[in-house]
């Protein structure tokens, strides 16, 4: 398996595949292509998120108003319950996402 391998033709939703998972945690990669979370929508998880943006560029918001500006290589906790949405990301290259979902801060 490869992260950056992928499929010839994209569809025209994000792709999200779970790579592995076990009791209280899973790991993802998301492919995004422009999509970007609905207006209004905010992400409220009941787990930490720690993600890492492996290709492209993109936004994300916090609902208290915080904006980070991500490029590849960059990574982030995201605690549980901390609203957040996908505000904009690269078509080209496309996003490249590795999400670790479960207990990860510690709390």
């Not at 492919?31 to 979370?37: A, F, M």
């Not at 998880?45 to 915080?66: F, H, M, N, R």
Request: aromatic share 8%.
């Amino acid at each position: 398996m490869n992260l950056y391998d992928l499929p010839a033709q994209l569809p025209d939703d994000e792709l999200a595949e779970t790579l592995a998972g076990g009791p209280g945690i899973t790991i993802e990669r998301i492919v995004s292509t422009g999509q970007v979370s609905p207006p209004g929508f905010w992400y409220d998880q009941e787990q930490d998120e720690w993600v890492a943006l492996l290709t492209g560029s993109a936004i994300l918001e916090y609902a208290d108003g915080v904006s980070l500006n991500l490029r590849a290589g960059d990574w982030l906790l995201i605690p549980a319950h901390k609203q957040h949405r996908v505000a904009w990301t690269s078509a080209d290259p496309p996003c490249i996402w590795l999400a670790v979902h479960g207990a990860l801060s510690g709390k």
